[in-house]
């Protein structure tokens, strides 16, 4: 024997992981790595695969190929391992409607093997850093959809697990209570945690990620930094305008319909080439994590 093996740096490995549903592939070739205690954010358009490369991920699914590791252990060789040090919050789960947030919380820790004490203990914490002190003895039933996503939250990072995925946790979520959760995460990856986390919006997912994973098609296109993502783009700012009369070829944009996106490395130019489409109106501004993932989508040619 030649000493221990190194444990692995990283939280999460997928490589050429694909799912294939009768002749559909819902994902055709994920490969990315999230380190450990950092948040991770798997972003992408509703259908793009995201859900299902975590149900993968989490042992729920088995891949049609490739493989994933979740703090060094196989996802098909050792997946009872692994469902010991995850715990999983689904897009379309809610609690009970008979049970307030605090039941809902306490036993769904009393669930995985915690006491009564301090599962209620823990669940008081929990309660208090997503905002739900004034609803905590409300049943189900009469909270808003944003309020028992946050419960759902709660109960899920409350298990401390080492490996907390959260598939659109700020979805319905109100906008000071989406930044209340946000900031919550950070913090869990101080405790030892690493969080995973699905979304489509780019911006929000730039406030907490350490690395993004951008996944389109069932393609991973992307997985880096945020700061990584923006190199991707050579552009500083987008002029946002009303769908022009003028002949757009030969200028770079999206179409997104009743809007058109025309990026610019020189602001200075923006004037000219309303003038030539015959826009009157337009907005203008720096570039952001969003417009980096539509140009990535565009350069590889596909269609928006």
């Given at each position: 024997m030649y000493g221990a093996e190194v444990p692995s740096m990283y939280a999460v490995e997928a490589y050429d992981m694909?799912?294939?549903?009768?002749?559909?592939?819902?994902?055709?070739?994920?490969?990315?790595?999230?380190?450990?205690?950092?948040?991770?954010?798997?972003?992408?358009?509703n259908?793009?695969?995201?859900?299902?490369?975590?149900?993968?991920?989490?042992?729920?699914?088995?891949?049609?190929?490739?493989?994933?590791?979740?703090?060094g252990f196989d996802i098909v060789e050792e997946f009872r391992e692994i469902r010991k040090h995850v715990a999983y919050q689904p897009q379309d789960y809610s609690m009970f409607?008979?049970?307030?947030?605090?039941?809902?919380?306490?036993?769904?820790?009393m669930m995985r093997g915690r006491g009564y004490?301090?599962?209620?203990?823990?669940?008081?914490r929990w309660i208090e850093e997503l905002g739900l002190i004034e609803i905590k003895n409300r049943k189900g039933w009469s909270l808003s959809g944003g309020e028992r996503r946050r419960a759902v939250v709660a109960a899920t990072l409350a298990t401390n697990a080492d490996v907390v995925f959260l598939d659109e946790p700020t979805s319905g979520v109100d906008v000071e209570a989406k930044y209340a959760v946000l900031k919550v995460l950070r913090s869990c990856i101080r405790n030892g945690s690493t969080i995973v986390l699905t979304t489509h919006n780019l911006v929000e997912a730039g406030l907490v990620a350490d690395t993004i994973i951008v996944i389109h098609n069932g393609y991973t296109l992307f997985y880096g930094s945020p700061t990584e993502l923006m190199e991707k783009i050579p552009y500083r700012y987008k002029m946002t305008m009303s769908k022009p009369s003028g002949n757009l070829s030969g200028?770079?944009?999206?179409?997104?319909g009743d809007k058109v996106i025309i990026w610019?490395?020189?602001?200075?130019?923006?004037?000219?080439?309303?003038?030539?489409?015959?826009?009157n109106t337009f907005s203008i501004e720096e570039v952001n994590l969003e417009d980096a993932y539509l140009y990535l989508i565009k350069s590889l040619g596909e269609k928006l």
């Open positions: 694909g799912k294939k549903f009768e002749n559909v592939w819902a994902v055709k070739s994920a490969t990315f790595t999230i380190p450990r205690k950092s948040v991770g954010v798997i972003a992408g358009p259908g793009a695969g995201k859900t299902t490369t975590i149900k993968m991920l989490i042992t729920a699914l088995k891949p049609s190929k490739g493989n994933g590791k979740i703090i409607s008979d049970l307030t947030p605090e039941q809902f919380i306490i036993s769904t820790l004490v301090e599962a209620r203990i823990e669940a008081y200028i770079f944009h999206i179409d997104l610019l490395k020189d602001r200075s130019k923006a004037f000219a080439i309303a003038e030539t489409l015959g826009v």
